[in-house]
């Protein structure tokens, strides 16, 4: 079936965002590469326009209705309608809960939450109308729980029951909608845990692979690889489930 070789990714400025656009880049889709701000996706648009692919750089608050209304229209006004979105855009605040404020969980739970919405909302436009689609939504092994993360957690488990939902709704016009759950993965925001926690980056990613069955952290290409698969044609009858990327089971 024809239909637009266009995907949008959230938190695309860097890491396992960034990893995504590149690869779906090469997959063959224009991408829109949406970050915070437009400069902050610079790199990454230069990384896929130096391989001959096509990508725009789009700035927006994903909580923020309006910016995410502009930034999809944007993206499908230069590059064509959005048929697939990944909703990878994320931030912690991390405490314990007796420290945590109502900001840090406002905050967590807007990009997160809100942001996964709001994005979905605009782009199933798009999607049902060509009919066909593919959400991929970025959870995390925090889901089942994580000291220090009250917020994180609620939030990466909310986005499972959200794409479970969303795949019953969407799934007659075509769109599937699954989750990735990725276990450590190396990027800047692992590395900045690891400083909060005074703790050396290279000693902490030893730990963590020393109790991970395949016995190394994952890469941002390792999440990327498993969108490309669920961003294509022959993932079509995968829908609604939740795939943990952490080099092992887990409970």
């Not at 692919?53 to 909580?63: E, K, Q, R």
């Not at 970025?138 to 939030?155: D, H």
């Not at 290279?202 to 669920?230: H, W, Y």
Request: hydrophobic residues 45%; glycine residues 12%.
């Amino acid at each position: 079936m024809a239909h637009s070789r266009v995907a949008i990714v959230t938190g695309a400025a860097r890491g396992i965002g960034a990893a995504v656009a590149k690869r779906l880049a090469q997959d063959g889709f224009g991408v829109g590469v949406l970050d915070l701000t437009e400069d902050s996706c610079a790199a990454t648009v230069e990384a896929i326009t130096a391989k001959g692919g096509s990508a725009v750089a789009v700035g927006a608050d994903v909580a923020d209705a309006a910016q995410v209304e502009a930034a999809v229209a944007r993206v499908a006004a230069e590059l064509g309608p959005p048929t697939v979105l990944v909703n990878n855009a994320g931030i912690t605040r991390d405490n314990l809960l007796f420290k945590m404020t109502e900001d840090d969980w406002d905050a967590v739970l807007g990009v997160h939450l809100r942001g996964a919405f709001l994005m979905s909302r605009e782009v199933q436009k798009h999607q049902t109308e060509q009919g066909w689609g593919r959400i991929v939504n970025l959870s995390s092994t925090s889901a089942l729980g994580n000291r220090g993360q009250a917020n994180y957690s609620a939030a990466k488990a909310g986005m499972q029951g959200f794409t479970k939902t969303l795949a019953i709704e969407l799934g007659k016009f075509g769109v599937t909608v699954n989750a990735i759950a990725p276990g450590f993965i190396e990027t800047e925001m692992t590395a900045a845990t690891a400083e909060r926690l005074k703790v050396g980056f290279e000693d902490f990613k030893n730990s963590a692979a020393a109790a991970i069955p395949v016995r190394r952290v994952g890469q941002p290409e390792d999440i990327a690889a498993t969108v490309s698969f669920l961003a294509g044609e022959e993932s079509g009858f995968v829908s609604g489930q939740v795939i943990y990327v952490a080099g092992g089971p887990q409970d």
